[in-house]
Structures are given as structure tokens and as C-alpha cells.
């Protein structure tokens, strides 16, 4: 497993953007396929992006458009770009990584996913 760690949530207001990154600690997420997950208060974990070895994605329809996933060059670093956040887009965000020989599937469900972050605040305020 890899180790993985949030950042860059924070409070913003409805219209606004944030920049979450995910870092892998111990070794690069290059041959990882990456995906992003929320959970809001009394609500279960659902997805919200993912992205293949070779940069493919996929989005929950709720996101698409408004948010971005994207892989750093230095292929340690995962980012989720959000815009025009709702309310509704409040959650703790959390990174998730699969190792996997296949460049261009991703994956959609958590359970499908072995490393975890610990999460990262997002709040969005009307």
C-alpha cells in the first residue's frame, strides 16, 4: 500500500474554487490508478473523480464540469480542482489509489480501492 495525504480544503463561498492535492508518501502514484471520494455528514462515501495511469477520467455526473482530476508531473502528486462549488459539494474529500499493469482503466467504486488518505474539509457556504 501506498500512503496517501490530503490538502487544500478549507471554507468557501458558493461560486468559489479550491485546488485538493494527494500525496503519496513512500513511493509515486505513476502505476496507480487514483480516485477521489466524499463523505458528507450522515451521508455515505460516494465517488466523485478518477483517473487511469494515463490520464483518463471519469467523474459522478453531480461534479462533471466543475471539477477536474488531474495527475503532477512529479507523478507523486494527484489534484482535484473544484469550481463553481455548491453547497452541496460540502464533505471531507478523500484520496484513494490502486496499484494496476492496465494504463487506462480507472475505478469507479471504493471498494475497489486499497490506500486511503485521511481526508481533507470541504465547505461550502451559501
Known amino acids: 500500500q501506498v500512503q496517501l495525504v490530503e490538502s487544500g480544503g478549507g471554507l468557501v463561498q458558493a461560486g468559489g474554487s479550491l485546488r485538493l492535492s494527494c500525496a503519496a508518501s513512500g513511493r509515486t502514484v505513476g502505476s496507480y490508478a487514483m480516485g477521489w471520494f466524499r463523505q458528507a455528514p450522515g451521508k455515505e462515501r460516494e465517488f466523485v473523480a478518477a483517473i487511469s495511469r494515463n490520464g483518463g477520467a471519469d467523474y459522478a455526473d453531480s461534479v462533471k464540469g466543475r471539477f477536474a482530476i488531474s495527475r503532477g508531473n512529479a507523478k507523486n502528486t494527484v489534484f482535484l480542482q473544484l469550481n463553481s462549488l455548491k453547497p452541496e459539494d460540502t464533505a471531507v474529500y478523500y484520496c484513494?489509489?490502486?496499484?494496476?499493469?492496465?494504463?487506462?482503466?480507472?475505478?469507479?467504486?471504493?471498494?475497489?480501492?486499497?490506500?486511503w488518505g485521511q481526508g481533507t474539509q470541504v465547505t461550502v457556504s451559501s
Open positions: 484513494a489509489a490502486r496499484p494496476t499493469y492496465s494504463g487506462g482503466t480507472y475505478y469507479l467504486r471504493d471498494t475497489q480501492y486499497d490506500s
